[in-house]
């Protein structure tokens, strides 16, 4: 009997999983194996083999993880469709997950057709309509749609060092990490102008170099700091943060849930600390990844509320459901 096999790999829930090869095998263990001819289609793959008979058996693909081989990722997104975009930051690259199959969204569409675009990116967004945005070592955000085309760049007299990038539930407002700048700038969807009612004519200077960035379903804007803390704004950029925050150690990335919970990447002390609405007051309400994440950095969460973190220290996505 001839036996069809799928190794597989990603997604689960929701998504389906990633096929990376296909082999067909005889009853004799040790018998040579025929390669396969293998057509992956983005989001209906269809398989052809070279086996001598039809398989007559399949197999149901197994989700494992995590999912290794970036080179120190730092930005990680998912869009209302549970697409997830990775930012593989050594790489120079956006890896796109569409149903679970790794696309080529950015093959070819790294950098605008002015040149003007990220290196290295450090933070991904997406917004209610399906939008991308990517912000990394160069001085605008680039917007793409989910096929990976460039849509336009947002530049706001930015440096070239941006580290965080949100979007607000309306779609409305671009919130971007000026690193560089030790700001946060405030840009108008779609147009793109400066927001003048946060902070000062759309700019808003912190005391410390802020990172990550997240909007709640309220409008307040939660940024992560090197003061080792974690800040909330109203959206006219007013202080909004509790009296007493709990301590990080180097906090990268924070993420919200549909509840509003917040999620924190503390960076160095290798995990996830989870608050619960309106939380950041007393000690987090769940911990995650300790022990497993080696420099967690960015966060993000599906739409069956499980978490996903991309690992800088091991090139690795890893899923908490």
């Avoid at 983005?42 to 081989?69: K, L």
């Avoid at 170099?209 to 800040?231: F, I, K």
Wanted: glycine content about 10%; hydrophobic content about 35%.
């Amino acid at each position: 009997m001839k036996r069809f096999v799928i190794a597989s790999l990603f997604i689960g829930l929701s998504l389906t999983a990633l096929v990376i090869g296909i082999s067909c095998s005889s009853q004799t263990p040790n018998a040579a194996l025929t390669a396969p001819v293998q057509t992956i289609s983005a989001i209906n793959p269809t398989y052809t083999s070279t086996c001598t008979n039809t398989p007559t058996q399949t197999a149901t693909p197994t989700p494992q993880f995590p999912v290794t081989g970036f080179n120190g990722p730092y930005a990680l997104a998912i869009d209302s469709k549970n697409n997830i975009y990775v930012g593989d930051t050594g790489n120079n690259l956006v890896k796109q997950y569409v149903n679970g199959f790794v696309s080529a969204w950015p093959s070819g569409k790294s950098k605008s057709a002015a040149g003007l675009s990220y290196t290295s990116p450090k933070a991904i967004a997406a917004d209610s309509l399906g939008n991308i945005y990517v912000v990394g070592s160069g001085s605008v955000v680039s917007k793409y749609d989910a096929n990976g085309n460039l849509v336009t760049t947002y530049a706001a007299s930015m440096s070239s060092n941006l580290s965080g990038v949100a979007v607000n539930s309306a779609s409305t407002t671009l919130y971007v990490s000026d690193t560089g700048n030790s700001q946060i700038v405030s840009i108008a969807l779609p147009a793109g102008g400066l927001n003048g009612g946060f902070g000062t004519s759309g700019k808003l200077t912190t005391a410390y170099v802020p990172y990550g960035l997240a909007v709640d379903t309220t409008g307040r804007l939660y940024a992560a700091g090197t003061d080792n803390n974690v800040h909330i704004y109203t959206s006219a950029g007013a202080n909004a943060s509790p009296a007493t925050v709990p301590g990080f150690n180097q906090p990268y990335a924070v993420a919200l849930d549909a509840s509003n919970n917040l999620f924190v990447s503390d960076t160095s002390n290798g995990q996830i600390e989870e608050f619960n609405v309106g939380g950041l007051t007393g000690s987090p309400s769940n911990i995650i990844g300790k022990g497993t994440l080696s420099i967690p950095e960015g966060i993000a969460l599906d739409s069956s509320a499980n978490v996903y973190v991309v690992d800088s220290g091991n090139g690795s996505l890893y899923q908490f459901p």
